[in-house]
């Protein structure tokens, strides 16, 4: 066994202490191929070092949170909510997991515009098919800002990864969301650029519906051998 790195990595939070996060990578030569990643936890508080085994984000997992999977697995677009709102601490939630998202070369060429005024959400409702926005105590548009990219062109990528973690993290927090399309569609970026007065440079991209869900649906399971291909395209 050797230790080949140790870099520090971002504050994270941890009961209510704020600790810094150190990363540590340790590298197995059992089978020459095999690595683990260990993380060490400084707090600053009474300035203790913890190792937290088998690094799996547990430290930021709360008890009551579903396993990845399962949130994954059971995750469905939620289209009738009831009028209670969505608190400030799970708004906070699903956009610390939309910032967490990974971005071409950490470009992070996101905003997010939130609208939780009934008179500014219902000037989406009449974008064609989208009546149900007005059941929505909270609308979060996802705009990318192409100006930030590094490597020009991933911007939608870049968004898309913010947007499906908080779809995630809504589901996860009980909470019930729907993708309403935005881009490339140039009429509904027109009528979010005109009620929420965005910029030229800022691209409306995703407009994300969230709620207390008032309808349970059933998960899907989408799982389709025919669309995996092994080493090449052809069957055998
Ligand atoms: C890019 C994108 C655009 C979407 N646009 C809409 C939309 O405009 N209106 C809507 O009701 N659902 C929209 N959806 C949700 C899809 O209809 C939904 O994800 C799909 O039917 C699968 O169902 P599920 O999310 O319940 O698994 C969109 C989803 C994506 C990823």
Request: glycine share 4%; charged share 20%.
């Amino acid at each position: 066994m050797k230790l080949l790195v140790c870099e520090p990595a971002s504050s994270i939070s941890f009961g209510n202490d704020l600790c810094l996060c150190f990363k540590a990578y340790l590298f197995t030569f059992m089978n020459g191929k095999k690595s683990q990643t260990l993380v060490f936890m400084f707090n600053q508080k009474n300035n203790l070092l913890y190792l937290v085994l088998r690094a799996k984000y547990a430290p930021i997992k709360e008890d009551n949170f579903m396993e990845t999977i399962q949130t994954i697995m059971t995750r469905r677009s939620i289209r009738t909510w009831t009028n209670e709102p969505v608190t400030k601490k799970e708004r906070k939630i699903i956009l610390e997991a939309a910032m967490n998202a990974p971005s071409a070369a950490d470009a992070r060429p996101w905003h997010f515009v939130m609208i939780d005024d009934p008179a500014v959400i219902q000037q989406f409702t009449s974008m064609g098919g989208t009546e149900m926005l007005e059941e929505s105590t909270l609308l979060i548009l996802i705009c990318g800002e192409p100006a930030k990219e590094v490597y020009p062109g991933f911007w939608p990528q870049d968004c898309s990864c913010a947007a499906q973690n908080m779809q995630l993290a809504a589901h996860d927090l009980g909470l019930g969301c729907v993708w309403v399309a935005t881009h490339p569609l140039e009429e509904r970026e027109q009528i979010c650029r005109r009620v929420l007065n965005i910029p030229d440079s800022i691209v409306p991209f995703a407009l994300l519906a969230f709620g207390v869900p008032n309808e349970v649906l059933s998960p899907e399971y989408r799982y389709d051998p025919s669309r995996i291909h092994s080493n090449t395209w052809e069957e055998k």
